[in-house]
């Protein structure tokens, strides 16, 4: 939406400090309260306007970042089932070079990938200077599928995973990011808070509909049957992984447009915060330049 974003940060940002709870935020959130003036219609028109602007000025900040080569930015995107990661992605980067964005869907550990510690798949992962990185799950899943289901981890031979266990792991992610940022990656990590009756409609939406029924899992089903269990680790990850330099951002996921929008203007914002610019050539290589082109007139 077209809020600043001191505005965006106040709403959507987490506290890194105090107890967190997702229910303090809204899933269906549409901008009433701070835009009274308009219709649900004209939001939803001002948020597509708003989303279209954005796009263009992503793209931008995507090309600075790519000639500056000195940063990387890393998304990471968490939700629940049917939140819409994939849409969001792809409509808030359709128009990113290619060349500039690295885009990783990490499904169940491979038997190497358990071979080694829980951060290494997604290290070797990591966008490279100049590049955008976007992580569709992450790191995160460690703290979440392992702890509503830690069946899982006694298959990783740990017996012990109480307070201390999460604890370990939450401080082993919040220094990992603490490297990537020293090191100059941005990471920006969004949790899509959809509601359980929207998962629900979106849910019945992919069974009703013959050209959607191939987004349905049965697996999706399953684990919405823990849907407590999996909104109180995801009030644990938040509570506990939000930081000054990797805070979490809580967007509404109930309307699609609002997350999109949402989601466009903290990335476009934050790049753009980072004051990469294109490369300023040097006396010399300005000579060589007025050179080349004196060369190209003259041709015949």
Same mark, same amino acid.
């Given at each position: 939406?077209?809020?600043?974003?001191?505005? *965006?940060?106040?709403?959507?940002?987490? !506290?890194?400090?105090?107890?967190?709870?997702?229910?303090?935020?809204? =899933?269906?959130?549409?901008?009433?309260?701070?835009?009274?003036?308009?219709?649900?219609?004209?939001?939803?028109?001002?948020?597509?306007?708003?989303?279209?602007?954005?796009?263009?000025?992503?793209?931008?900040?995507?090309?600075?970042?790519?000639?500056?080569?000195?940063?990387?930015?890393?998304?990471?995107?968490?939700?629940?089932?049917?939140?819409?990661?994939?849409?969001? *992605?792809?409509?808030?980067?359709?128009?990113?070079?290619?060349?500039?964005?690295?885009?990783?869907?990490?499904?169940?550990?491979?038997?190497?990938?358990?071979?080694?510690?829980?951060?290494?798949?997604?290290?070797?992962?990591? !966008?490279?200077?100049?590049?955008?990185?976007?992580?569709?799950?992450?790191?995160?899943?460690?703290?979440?599928?392992?702890?509503?289901?830690?069946?899982?981890?006694?298959?990783?031979?740990?017996?012990?995973?109480?307070?201390?266990?999460?604890?370990?792991?939450?401080?082993?992610?919040?220094?990992?990011?603490?490297?990537?940022?020293?090191?100059?990656?941005?990471?920006?990590?969004?949790?899509? &808070?959809?509601?359980?009756?929207?998962?629900?409609?979106?849910?019945?939406?992919?069974?009703?509909?013959?050209?959607? &029924?191939?987004?349905?899992?049965?697996?999706?089903?399953?684990?919405?049957?823990?849907?407590?269990?999996?909104?109180?680790?995801?009030?644990?990850?938040?509570?506990?992984?939000?930081? &000054?330099?990797? =805070?979490?951002?809580?967007?509404?996921?109930?309307?699609?447009?609002?997350?999109?929008?949402?989601?466009?203007?903290?990335?476009?914002?934050?790049?753009?915060?980072?004051?990469?610019?294109? =490369?300023?050539?040097?006396?010399?290589?300005?000579?060589?330049?007025?050179?080349?082109?004196?060369?190209?007139?003259?041709?015949?």
């Amino acid at each position: 939406m077209a809020l600043t974003l001191k505005e *965006i940060r106040r709403l959507f940002q987490v !506290p890194t400090r105090g107890r967190v709870r997702l229910d303090d935020y809204e =899933p269906d959130w549409n901008g009433k309260q701070e835009f009274k003036e308009l219709t649900q219609d004209e939001l939803k028109a001002h948020a597509a306007e708003v989303l279209r602007k954005n796009i263009a000025d992503l793209a931008d900040a995507q090309e600075r970042l790519y000639a500056s080569d000195t940063h990387s930015v890393l998304i990471v995107l968490q939700a629940s089932d049917a939140a819409g990661k994939d849409g969001t *992605i792809k409509h808030v980067l359709s128009g990113i070079n290619p060349q500039g964005c690295q885009i990783f869907s990490f499904k169940k550990p491979s038997s190497e990938d358990l071979d080694h510690t829980f951060l290494w798949r997604y290290m070797k992962c990591l !966008p490279e200077r100049g590049r955008i990185g976007i992580f569709n799950r992450s790191y995160y899943e460690d703290v979440l599928v392992v702890r509503v289901h830690p069946e899982l981890l006694t298959q990783l031979g740990h017996s012990d995973h109480g307070k201390d266990f999460w604890r370990d792991r939450y401080d082993d992610i919040n220094a990992f990011e603490r490297h990537l940022t020293r090191n100059g990656t941005l990471v920006l990590k969004f949790f899509l &808070n959809v509601s359980k009756d929207e998962q629900k409609k979106r849910f019945l939406a992919r069974l009703d509909r013959p050209e959607k &029924n191939w987004k349905f899992s049965f697996g999706d089903l399953e684990e919405r049957r823990h849907w407590p269990a999996y909104r109180e680790a995801f009030d644990q990850m938040v509570q506990n992984t939000s930081t &000054n330099w990797a =805070p979490w951002w809580v967007i509404p996921a109930d309307r699609k447009w609002v997350t999109r929008a949402l989601v466009a203007a903290i990335i476009t914002r934050s790049i753009n915060k980072l004051g990469v610019t294109f =490369p300023e050539l040097s006396d010399k290589n300005r000579k060589r330049l007025a050179i080349a082109r004196t060369e190209l007139l003259a041709e015949k």
